[in-house]
């Protein structure tokens, strides 16, 4: 695999442009396997107004230390921007992210000069289509401080493709994810305990949208997320991970693995359970209605 550099991380303007051309089906789908280069970025500073905002959605307290998802936020526009190169195999729209793992090697500062780089891995079958990892890494100083791995399922065959089936993927043969190890969320997790209860407004995309740059309308506004089979805009699945995650600020420190799966697409507005459970080292997260109990997000934090 090889790397291609670009001056700046690019505008999400022209790779939105890009993804709405990819629906089209003489552009769709460029080939059979992933990329063989990986998209990269250098001398990447953060805007400590832009870190206070993402904090503020997604309920952090303010920190010059990054979030574990923040630098999902930072690497998104690369990963756009290579899901809407014509070597991706799979068309962007109608891709449904179904799980990510972040890996918070150490600490991050807001003063920290970072380097980014983005690849696809893993194209694979799924019983309900077929996944393809997304991988990104944050360097500080030459060396790996952050991974994150996001997995996009492609629904084909039995599927009625409005998301509301329950799609986390089966456990995938071959190497763990990115070279990263075991995932945590293998091993048994702890039993969850509601911690909160949180009305989630309707407008909530919007506002991750504007800090985050994720615009996919099916976020935006209930009248466009009726064009993809949505009754009304639901949420983010990496707000729901970052806010699932702000309640534990203070519980852990240090270099963690955070591991999540999205479940039930979450309807705005709603309200909604935020629950965690701890054994040893390994903490358990939860997002689930308050109505039903069904269940948004699960997933695993441990510490590394």
């Known amino acids: 695999m090889y790397r291609r550099y670009v001056s700046e991380a690019p505008g999400l303007g022209g790779s939105y442009a890009r993804a709405l051309r990819s629906a089209l089906p003489i552009v769709s789908g460029g080939g059979t396997e992933a990329p063989d280069y990986e998209l990269a970025v250098e001398g990447v500073h ?13 309920g952090f307290r303010l920190s ?3 979030p574990a998802t923040y630098v999902h936020v930072l690497a998104f526009p690369l990963a756009l921007r290579l899901m809407t190169e014509r070597e991706f195999p799979l068309p962007i ?3 449904v992210h179904i799980e990510n793992r972040v890996v918070q090697h150490r600490a991050v500062s807001a003063s920290e000069e970072l380097a980014l780089r983005v690849r696809a891995e893993r194209l694979r079958p799924h019983d309900k289509g077929t996944q393809i990892d997304l ?8 060396e790996v401080a952050w991974t994150g791995v996001s997995t996009y399922l492609r629904r084909g065959g039995g599927s009625d493709g409005n998301g509301f089936d ?9 190497s763990p994810q990115a070279g990263l190890g075991e995932p945590p969320d293998e091993r048994p ?4 305990h509601p911690s909160a209860t949180v009305r989630v407004p309707d407008d909530i995309g919007r ?36 806010r699932a995650l702000a309640m534990l600020e203070g519980r852990l420190d240090g270099p963690l693995d955070v591991q999540v799966r999205f479940k039930k697409p979450l309807l705005l507005p709603s309200k909604v359970t935020l629950s965690s459970g701890q054994e040893g080292d390994l903490v358990s997260i939860g ?9 948004h997000l699960t997933g695993t934090v441990a510490r590394r």
Do not use: Q, T
Not at 135 to 142: P, R
Not at 208 to 235: E, K, M, Q, T, W
């Open 64 to 66: 010059d230390e990054l």
């Open 287 to 295: 997002v689930h209605s308050a109505k039903d109990g069904s269940p």
């Open 135 to 142: 991988v990104g890494e944050a360097m500080v100083d030459d």
């Open 93 to 95: 729209v109608g891709l």
């Open 189 to 192: 997790a702890p039993p969850l």
């Open 46 to 58: 953060v805007d400590r107004d832009h870190l206070a905002a993402y904090d503020r959605v997604c």
């Open 207 to 242: 506002r991750y949208a504007a800090v985050a740059g994720d615009r996919n309308p099916i976020h935006l506004h209930s009248l466009s997320a009726r064009l993809f089979g949505f009754p009304r805009a639901i949420a983010h699945g990496m707000w729901l991970k970052a």
């Open 166 to 174: 329950d799609v986390a993927a089966p456990p995938s043969e071959g």
